[in-house]
C-alpha cells in the first residue's frame, strides 16, 4: 500500500492518489520546491481513512479481479454476514456498495452468504458490517454496460458520431489540509503555480498559441489526466465547437453549412487543380525557356567565334592591301591619267543607266497600274460569272421541276381524257354547217354549242344534238381544237379514225384538208401528231403513209404512180389485223413529207377519175398513217393509226338524176355509205354480226371502229334552203352514229425484253 504525501508548505501537502498496475494503490509526490526529506515525510504522511470516498474515485483495476490482486484470498469461512441473496438474491459474486455520500466498497459475497470488503488500508478482507447496509445500496458489477452510456452527437463535419461515457480513473491534485488533517482537492488557481502543472501549461500554451486562459487550460489538463497533447486536442476539439457554434447561430442549421463548406472545399480543390495545371505549363514553358537559352548561348559562341576570323582575317587582308597600296604608289600618275579620259565616258554611261531604269521604273509602275486594275475588272467578272451561274443552276433546276410538273400533268391529262372519252362513248360527232355566200334563209339555226335546229319546208323545225355544232362562221382553228385530243390518242398508241360525211359540196374536204393558206383537220392533225412524238423523250418513232379510194366497191392504190397498171387491192386477214397486200406504204418524217404524198396521191386520184372520165367526189378517200413509236426507258413499243377519211357526197340519187356510170357511182356511194350506217346500227344494237364485210369502204375502216378505236365524224351540211332534205338526212346520219358506243378503247403497247 503506497498512500502519502509531501509536505510543499506547512500545513499543505500536494499528493496525486493513483492505484498500481497490479491493484494496490500509490501515491505519486509532486515535485515541489521545498521538499522535506523522505523521513520527514515518512514521518508526516497523512493517513488516509480506510473509507475514504477519495481512495474509491481512485484508479482502479477490474472489480472482479481486486481481491486476488490482495495478499489474501476472500474469506469464505462462515461469518455472521447478512446472506448475499438477502442482498442482491443471488449467488456468490462480487458487488459494488455504494454509500449514501458515494463511497464505494468492493464487496465479496462468499458461497455461504457472509460478505467482506476491501480494506485498501490495510489491504486486508474484512467482514462486511450488516449495519453498513442501510446507509447505501449493493450495485453489480455488470450494471454499469455501454447501453446505458452510448449516445450519439451529430458534429457539423464528421456527421454522426457514437459518443460513450466512459468511467476512466483520473489523477486528482490533492493538498493537505493542516487544519482538517485531512486531504482536499486543489483549487484550479493554486493548482496552476505547482511547477507540474505550471510546464505542462507552458507546454500547451506554446502548441495553442490563441489560449491564453490559464485556469481554463488547468481545468482541460484535469479533465485530460494531466495528458498535454490530450488537452490540446480538447482546446482544438472545443473550438472546432465554437466554429460551429458561431455558424450555427449565423445561418441557422449544420447541413445548410456542411453544404457550404463542401462547396467550399471544392472551390479550394478546383483553385489547387488550376494552381497545379498553371503550375505543370509554367514548367513546361520555363524548360522551353531554357532550351532557347541554350541555344541563344550556342549562336552566341558560335558568333563570338566567327568575328575573332573575321577579326583575324581582316587583320590579314590589311597587311597585304597596305603591301598592294605601297607597289601601286609607283604607277598613280598614269593610272590617274587613265581615270581622267575614261570618267566621261563612265558618267555618260552611268546616266545612261540612269535613265533607263528611270524608264523601267515607269514602265513598271504603269504595268503594275494596268495589272491592279484587270485584276479588278477580273475579279469583277469571276464573281459576276459565279452570280450568272448560281442564277442559271436556279433556272435550270426550275426548269426541271416545270417540266417533271408538264409531265405530270401531261399524264393526268391523257387519263382524264380517257375517261371522258369513255364516258362519251368512243366516237363522237361534230356537226360543221358550211359558210355560203349564196344562203340567205335562215333555215338552220344554231342553239348552244351543240344544237342545230332545221326548219323544214312545211315549217317544222327538227333538233339535232351532237358533240358540238360548228356554225358557218367557225374557222379550221376553232374546229381542230376538239379534234387535237384524239390526235394525243393517236400517239398512245390507239387506232383512232377522223371521218367527213356529208353530201356534195357540204365542205368536207374543206372541212378535211383544206385549203393549202387554211389547211383542215388533217394537216393540222399530222402537224399535231410530228409535234407530240418530238416532244416524247427517249422515244424514236416511224411513221408511213399510205392512201386508197374506194370507188365503185373497189380499192385503188392512191400512191402507186399512174403510169402502173392500176390494180384493184384487196383486203386480207392477217391473225387479228387487216392486211392491204401491193399497197404502197411511204415513210415520213415531216408534216411536210406528209403532205408532199397527200399532193402526188391527190394528183393520181384526178388522174384516175379524168382517164376514167370520172369525178373524184364520187370516191371516198383514205390516208392513214401507221406510227410506231420505241420508247428506250420503258422498253415498250407502241402503235397506232390515224385514219382521214373523206367521203364521196351522200345525196340521193334521185335528186342527182344520175344515169348511166354516175348512177353505178351513186350506187356503190349509196351502198358503202349504208353499209357504214349498217355497221353503227349493229354496234349500237350489239349485235352479235358486224356486216364490215358489206362494203369495201367498211371492211376497210374495221379497224378504227371495230371496239377498240376512237373515232371522230364532221357531218357536214349546207346552208341552203335546197339541201334541206339533204341535211335532214346527213343529220340523221350523224345522230344514228352518235349513239353508237364503241368499246373500250385500248392501246397497242407491247413491251420489249
Ligand atoms: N366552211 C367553209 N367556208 C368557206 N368555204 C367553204 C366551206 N366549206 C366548203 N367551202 C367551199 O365549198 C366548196 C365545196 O366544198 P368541198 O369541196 O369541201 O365540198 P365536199 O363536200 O368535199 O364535196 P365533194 O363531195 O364533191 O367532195 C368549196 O369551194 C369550198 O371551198
Redo the contacts with the bound molecule.
Sequence with gaps: MGAGASKAQPGVHVVVAQSNEDGSIRAEHLPTENRESDGDRRRSRPVLHSNSPQYSRGKRRPRHEEPHSLSSSPPTGSHSSPSPAAVTGQGPEFKIFKTIDNNEYTVHCAEDGSMYYVDWAEQKWRVFPTEWIKGGKFENLDTKTNGDREGELIHPFRGKLTTLLRQESLNVMYFFDESNHGWLPMPLSWERQTPFVSRLVAETKNVCSDWDDDLSIVATLRQCNYSAEDSVNCHIAINDEGVFNKFKDKVGGSSLIFEKLQEKIKELETELKECRESKATMKEELTALKDILQETKAENEQLKQELKSFKTEQRKQSVVLQQSMGRGSMRLPAITAKMNILRPTVQNGLQEIRNVKFKLHTTRQQLKKSVRTHTEQMNELSKAVRGLLVRFEHQSAALQETRALYRKEAVQRKLLFNQVQELRGNIRVFC?????ERSTSDSLSFEGEDTVSVTTANGKKRKYEFEKVYS?K?T?DMVFEDTRPIITSCADGYNVCII?Y??????????????RDNPGVNVRSIKELFNIMKEKDKTDFEMKVSMVEVYNESIYDLLKSPNEVQEKLQIHKKGKELHVPGLTEIEVCSTDDVIKVMTVGEKNRTTASTKMNT????SHLLLRLVLVSYNSVSKTTTRGSLTLV?????ERISRSEATGLRLVEAAAINKSLSALGQVFSSIRENSLHIPFRNSKLTHLLQQCLGGDAKACMFV?VSPLDANVPETISTLEFGMNARQVALGKATTHITKTT
Excluded: E, I, V
Design positions: 360543221r354547217c358550211r359558210h355560203d358557218p367557225t379550221q367527213a356529208g353530201q356534195t359540196g357540204a365542205g368536207k374536204t374543206y372541212t378535211m384538208m383544206g385549203p369525178n373524184s367526189s364520187r373523206d367521203l364521196a357526197g351522200s357536214n
